[in-house]
């Protein structure tokens, strides 16, 4: 059995690495390219797109894939639905891997948004505001000339971006108390997240809720229709094996 794993998550790697020593199965994990040095998982890995649903689906046909898991990123909306769709044109099984999302807490002050075009109004004006949305959503954020942002990244941005900004080259995961600090000492006034679900990067809500530091965050863009959802690593195992040879 062939798996093709959508990938580029920590879920995704451990994925890959679980899947990788059981008898039979082939794993090849589909990473985009977009970090420089990525952590590479066990198994086959692929590096680039594949040319929108028609070139997936063909890729899927030549080398033989039997099931596909959609294990990238919750805000990775483009290549979700491209997957859904490759997967029906090639007549394989399509399974989404998604770590459930954050959930506000008591003291917690989130604002919830749509989209990080709504982020950008929302912190217009806001003074220093902590953006850890990723690079590659920075151009939204590049009309706003009245707030100073301080954004992290695993890799440097490219513009259009902020006219004020500081970057922070980091890869998580980050600690509690390294969030603390980094809020204090930057005199941040708003956070900036997507609802991203990950652990890793848990620890500056809790940071920003003990500060009274006000959380404005994107919500996720749903999964495409009609597709399995699994929240862990060992749920997509067992739909793996339940799939095997069909």
Do not use: C, Y
């Amino acid at each position: 059995m062939h798996v093709l794993v959508l990938g580029g998550t920590t879920e995704a790697r451990e994925l890959a690495g679980a899947l990788h020593p059981l008898p039979g199965l082939r794993v090849t994990s589909s990473l985009a390219g977009r970090v420089a040095a990525p952590r590479l998982p066990a198994g086959e890995v692929r590096i680039g797109g594949f040319g929108g649903p028609e070139g997936m689906a063909r890729w899927i046909r030549e080398n033989a894939v039997d099931a596909v898991i959609d294990a990238t990123h919750p805000f990775a909306e483009t290549i979700s639905f491209n997957a859904a769709e490759a997967a029906a044109t090639a007549h394989v099984p399509l399974l989404a891997l998604r770590r459930p999302g954050w959930v506000p807490g008591a003291g917690d002050d989130w604002r919830e948004v749509g989209s990080l075009e709504e982020a950008a109004r929302a912190v217009a004006g806001a003074g220093r505001v902590f953006l850890t949305t990723g690079r590659m959503g920075l151009a939204a954020f590049a009309g706003v000339d009245d707030a100073h942002f301080l954004v992290r990244s695993v890799d440097a941005p490219e513009p259009p971006f902020p006219p004020q900004m500081e970057v922070l080259l980091d890869r998580g995961p980050f600690t509690l108390e390294g969030e603390r600090e980094l809020l204090a000492r930057h005199r941040i006034d708003v956070l900036v997240t997507k609802d991203s679900g990950a652990a890793a990067t848990a620890p500056k809500l809790a940071a920003a809720r003990e500060a009274g530091i006000p959380v404005v965050v994107v919500r996720r863009p749903p999964v495409p229709q009609g597709t399995t959802v699994v929240a862990t690593v060992d749920d997509a195992v067992r739909w793996v094996g339940a799939n095997a040879g069909h």
